[in-house]
């Protein structure tokens, strides 16, 4: 198969396989960048399964990458957030092809509660549906290890792709059209009324900027902090409406340079918010905007 055609025909496959391991979409794109350059100069004459030739590839390049970061993703200061993917509108037919591929920004933070190899292996056996053999062939590990591992993580996430990941193209409308009238009149009482009672806010400023550095409980607080940060002109700019990892989530633009990212995670009961997060980090911010 000639170098192109694999290009096109796993380029889709790799990079959901790379970002749900990286939780970034920048990082994810260098992985495939250099997985194929790789390609450019390997005989893969004897490859008789091309496709777990390179998911096995991408996983384990993966797991060195994650492994290397360990030490910064200590560092940080205040809470880590994986980057949204931007993805098409519904408007877009062919977006839609891209679209089903989409994991959901909520699935995809449960995610980075894993371990790199939990992730990996959680990843080859409910997201691709690999056996336990073919897992484990392509980690270097046992089948009884990887039996393991998958139960460890699913206990952790306590939910499967299916259940978090399909949620329905503007869903978060709701909140993002209430927020905006709260942010447009100072009154956020309307917003509240979306927010499960027990609703948390994540925020993520890399240390770069000023973030809350640790989760805000309740929606009373987290009202009360939207209000307080407004009252400084911390949302004062242009809010746009993105569709994010398939879900309407909002962007602040100020003076032509990304402010703030906001993406809501929905409940059980698809009416209210149980979790929000809050994007700052400029550095995130920066590479979203660049897909916009």
Known sequence: MELETVYL????????????????????????????????????GHVTNMKSYLVKMVTNRCLNYLNSASKQRETYIGEWLPEPQVTSSREDPMGRLVQDETISYAFL??????????????????VLGYDYEEVADMLQKTVANCRKIHSRAKSKINVSPNEEGDHVLGETEPLVEKFLQAVGTGDFNDFVHLLMEDAVMVSDGGGKVSAAIHPIYGKERIAAFFEGIQSKGALAGDWLTVMFNGQSGLILVKDQSPRMVILFELAASRQQSNHLYVIRNPDKLHQIYREL
Do not use: C, H, N, P
């Not at 959901?16 to 390609?39: K, P």
């Not at 939990?118 to 409910?126: C, H, K, N, T």
């Open 9 to 44: 025909t796993y380029k889709q496959l790799l990079f959901s396989v790379a970002y749900r391991m990286l939780g970034s979409v920048s990082d994810a794109e260098d992985m495939l960048q250099d997985i194929f350059i790789t390609l450019q100069k390997t005989d893969t």
């Open 109 to 126: 933070v449960l995610l980075q509660e894993l371990s790199a190899v939990e992730r990996a292996v959680f990843v080859l056996r409910e």
